[in-house]
């Protein structure tokens, strides 16, 4: 019967989950709520670390952001509990892009920087790389242009090292824009025929209509400089 509890609860989180991809947040939250229940039954910490994170995604969809905002903090506090650093780190995330959509820039970056560090700890590549970007992105924005080529470069050897062009792309492309912001032209478009270069190279037509568009922004911008 415990098992059986268990696996009810595991099934009812994935229907919330269905039911959140479809909109229908009414029956997600619902599903969410009576899995939660029953994993407290059984002290699940882990099972109620996706079901509070799985609640909180669904209120900060409704714009119920103090309500998603105690839910995250309740998933962090449970994966922390738990022990699972794997869990631990999805919910750090999960703060940090809430923290940024909610325009909160500098706790976005305290979230996204726990993240990087929780990736460097597990020595997972993917997250490493996803938090150098999360948080190149951010310090470019707060302005402050030294941290995050500092970062960029690092997403930028990582994927050299993995042989992963796409995110040399991106991260050419990416550090060619805080050149940009920084009015060095000339460095800006030395990256982006970097980035153009290797897109062209392995077809990324996506990225490059992307890049296009930024050499136009560049060359109308240093008209006016």
């Known amino acids: 019967?415990?098992?059986?509890?268990?696996?009810?609860?595991y099934a009812l989180n994935s229907l919330g989950i269905i039911y959140k991809e479809k909109?229908?947040?009414?029956?997600?939250?619902?599903?969410f709520i009576k899995a939660d229940k029953?994993?407290?039954e059984k002290n699940n910490l882990e099972g109620r670390t996706l079901t509070t994170l799985n609640l909180g995604r669904v209120y900060e969809l409704q714009n119920l952001f103090d309500k998603a905002l105690s839910h995250y903090s309740l998933a962090l506090s449970l994966s922390e509990k738990s022990k699972n650093k794997?869990?631990?780190?999805v919910v750090l995330n999960h703060l940090g892009s809430f923290?940024?959509?909610?325009?909160?820039?500098k706790k976005a970056l305290e979230y996204f920087t726990l993240?990087?560090?929780?990736?460097q700890e597990l020595n997972n590549i993917d997250q490493i790389m996803e938090g150098l970007?999360?948080?190149?992105?951010?310090?470019?924005q707060l302005g402050q242009f030294d941290e995050a080529l500092a970062n960029f470069n690092q997403y930028l050897l990582y994927s050299r090292q993995n042989n992963d062009k796409h995110s040399q792309v991106i991260a050419y492309h990416n550090i060619a824009l805080v050149y940009q912001d920084q009015k060095n032209i000339i460095k800006s478009i030395n990256y982006l025929d970097s980035s153009i270069a290797l897109a062209?190279?392995?077809r990324d037509f996506e990225d490059l209509i992307d890049i296009y568009d930024s050499y136009t922004e560049i060359f109308t911008k240093a008209n006016n400089y």
Do not use: C
């Not at 909109?23 to 599903?31: E, I, Q, R, W």
């Not at 970007?133 to 470019?140: F, L």
């Open 99 to 105: 923290y940024y959509s909610t325009n909160d820039k």
């Open 115 to 119: 993240y990087l560090e929780s990736g």
């Open 133 to 140: 970007n999360n948080v190149a992105v951010i310090y470019q």
């Open 23 to 31: 909109g229908d947040y009414l029956n997600a939250l619902d599903y």
């Open 86 to 89: 794997k869990n631990s780190a």
């Open 1 to 9: 019967k415990a098992g059986n509890k268990s696996n009810q609860a």
């Open 200 to 202: 062209t190279k392995i």
């Open 38 to 40: 029953l994993f407290e």
